[in-house]
């Protein structure tokens, strides 16, 4: 009976016992602590970086507003002369508008790189050294948001400079000026029910667009204003780690 108890017995395996080493552990955790202090550094000068892009994109958008404002109002104008012997090829003429589309031009180079930057940073944040794909789609929702406000802007701008279509100016460089009768405008035509009605439906659709442009970048600008505040929390969760 003893032997068979000894034959059915099962003994537990020996089984080797690792001394565990403290010093080698706590210096694995300080370099993996370490490589995460290091990620969320150029995480956060990334992020900064983004926001002081933000920053100048705004300044280029205040000096675009800030021109914009100077030119010539031609509905006033239009209202104010009698007869209208000043149009928009006289403005252009005197170089306002050749100054107006040089800083367009100059501007538009700026947000071309703002964009070019901005693109490579998202680019980073996606790469597997980071994994952070949830910036990278935060960086590119402000890139099309970006977009449609610059497209707006644009829109806003050439609209504001042609006018309401009943208060346009028109070149006169096919009139008459003679020192009899002074100046003979070959624009004068007889106001009918018909042109009227013509002319109000011209500035509604005016109106209407111009509206349309206003709060289509008003809502952009909303949206972008959201999307830096979650950037600016991340910095903020970032910095307390």
């Known amino acids: 009976m003893e032997d068979f108890v000894k034959k059915v017995s099962i003994s537990e395996p020996e089984t080797a016992t690792k001394p565990i080493n403290m010093e080698t552990q706590a210096e694995e955790k300080q370099e993996k602590g370490s ?54 090829e006289d403005y252009r003429a005197s170089g306002g508008e050749l100054a107006f589309q040089q800083l367009c031009s100059e501007i538009t180079l700026e947000f071309n790189d703002y964009s070019k930057q901005v693109l490579e940073m998202e680019s980073i944040f996606a790469s597997p050294a980071y994994c952070r794909e949830d910036l990278a789609g935060l960086l590119r929702s402000v890139q099309v948001k970006e977009k449609e406000k610059l497209n707006l802007t644009a829109t806003i701008q050439v609209l504001k400079k042609a006018g309401r279509p009943s208060e346009r100016l028109v070149s006169h460089e096919n009139c008459r000026f003679t020192q009899s009768t002074g100046h003979e405008c070959m624009h004068i035509q007889q106001i009918t029910e018909e042109s009227g009605t013509e002319e109000a439906e011209a500035d509604s659709e005016y109106d209407n667009a111009l509206k349309e442009a206003v709060q289509g970048m008003q809502d952009a600008v909303t949206s972008i204003n959201e999307y830096l505040e979650e950037v600016r929390y991340e910095i903020a969760a970032l910095e307390d780690e």
Not at 42 to 50: D, E, V
Not at 64 to 76: A, E
């Open 35 to 88: 490589k995460i202090n290091t990620t969320n550094e150029a995480i956060l000068g990334l992020l900064r970086r983004f926001l002081s892009v933000q920053q100048r994109r705004a300044l280029a958008y205040a000096r675009l507003k800030r021109y914009s404002s100077s030119l010539p109002n031609f509905s006033s104008i239009a209202r104010s002369l009698c007869p209208r012997k000043w149009g928009f």
